[in-house]
């Protein structure tokens, strides 16, 4: 599975912005998508997840409220709305798939950069 994401970059804070995570190769194969991200000094952290059987989602407490997961069927597409951004959102933002029911993930996208000035 390949993973490809778009949608960073610089925004105020109070903004919004919209990461988007197309995958190709594989794709019938995937079972959960999810987004993580690591700023500067810090470990990766887990941001939301989708479940592909039932669309459920799942987000970290520091995003609830503020970020959206979505997924597109048709093109394997998975979204992170972004609003009411913090200095604190910013990172290099990470796409990743899972291709087992155990909640791992084993396909990485290269990142995109969110940056987010007071």
């Known amino acids: 599975v390949q993973l490809v994401e778009s949608g960073g970059g610089l925004v105020q804070a109070g903004g919004s912005l919209r990461l988007t995570c197309a995958a190709s190769g594989g794709t019938c194969l995937i079972q959960t998508m999810g987004w993580f991200r690591q700023a500067p000094g810090k470990e990766r952290e887990f941001v939301a997840s989708?479940?592909?059987?039932?669309?459920?989602?799942y987000y970290a407490q520091s995003v609830e409220g503020r970020f959206t997961i979505s997924r597109e069927k048709v093109k394997v597409t998975v979204n992170l709305q972004m609003n009411s951004l913090k200095v604190e959102d910013t990172a290099a933002y990470y796409c990743?798939?899972?291709?087992?029911?155990?909640?791992?993930?084993?396909?990485w996208g290269q990142g995109t950069q969110v940056t987010v000035s007071s």
């Open positions: 989708i479940t592909f059987s039932d669309n459920k989602s």
């Open positions: 990743a798939a899972g291709v087992t029911p155990f909640g791992t993930y084993e396909n």
